[in-house]
């Protein structure tokens, strides 16, 4: 089993268990005044391994795969043996660092709560654009569009997002694992940026 599967599976499990455990679930969601108040740090990294319903699990589930096994093929490329440790590392990092954001910008609020794995998705999904930026995404599972493209368009919509503050959705998790997804890459590779350059200058609409 790779490391990507091997990631989806605990997750599945764990969210499934929350679901049937209320008190379980709740000892794990990120909760920025327990984290600050209790010292329970632990919620930055546990928050990613719960989801509120099967819709999210579904959705976050499915792109894991997608791009959690092509940054794990590409990092045994780079990195030989050692590339599925690379990427656990890379995923785990990428949902503590998502969430700092909330936690300082949440910390004064006893009824907030997040859950979900998109931080660390956001990460992947972005590295992955990186190295393949011409690669079409499919929004919504239908419409095509360039990974480059759709980035950018991820990217804006989740500032926007994030700064009306509306609704249920970490839109702040979304663009720090984004953007933190494409550091690491250009830390742990620095030629993917020129690449990444060179590729999406050679890119023609038609």
């Keep these: 089993m790779t490391?990507?599967?091997?990631?989806?599976?605990?997750?599945?499990?764990?969210?499934?268990?929350?679901?049937?455990?209320?008190?379980?679930?709740?000892?794990?969601?990120?909760?920025?005044?327990?984290v600050i108040r209790k010292g329970q740090w632990y919620r930055l990294l546990t928050s990613g391994f719960v989801h509120a319903d099967l819709g999210?699990?579904?959705?976050?589930?499915?792109?894991?795969?997608?791009?959690?096994?092509?940054?794990?093929?590409?990092?045994?490329?780079?990195?030989?043996?050692?590339?599925?440790i690379y990427l656990l590392v890379f995923y785990l990092v990428s949902i503590i660092v998502s969430d700092v954001p909330t936690l300082i910008r949440h910390r004064s609020r006893s009824n907030y709560n997040s859950l979900g794995a998109s931080g660390g998705v956001s990460a992947l999904l972005f590295g992955a654009i990186m190295f393949f930026p011409t690669e079409k995404i499919l929004i919504m599972g239908i419409i095509p569009i360039p990974g480059f493209i759709f980035g950018a368009l991820y990217m804006?919509?989740?500032?926007?997002?994030?700064?009306?503050?509306?609704?249920?959705?970490?839109?702040?998790?979304?663009?720090?694992g984004a953007i933190f997804g494409v550091l690491v890459v250009v830390l742990l590779y620095p030629p993917v940026f020129p690449s990444f350059v060179q590729q999406?200058?050679?890119?023609?609409l038609f």
């Design 3 to 34: 490391i990507t599967l091997a990631i989806i599976v605990i997750t599945a499990l764990v969210t499934i268990y929350g679901w049937q455990n209320e008190t379980f679930l709740d000892s794990l969601v990120l909760n920025p005044q327990k």
């Design 56 to 84: 999210h699990l579904i959705f976050n589930m499915f792109t894991l795969y997608f791009f959690g096994t092509l940054i794990e093929q590409v990092f045994g490329v780079l990195f030989g043996p050692s590339g599925a």
């Design 156 to 176: 804006g919509y989740s500032f926007y997002e994030s700064r009306r503050g509306r609704g249920n959705i970490n839109h702040d998790a979304h663009l720090f």
């Design 200 to 204: 999406i200058s050679g890119w023609k």
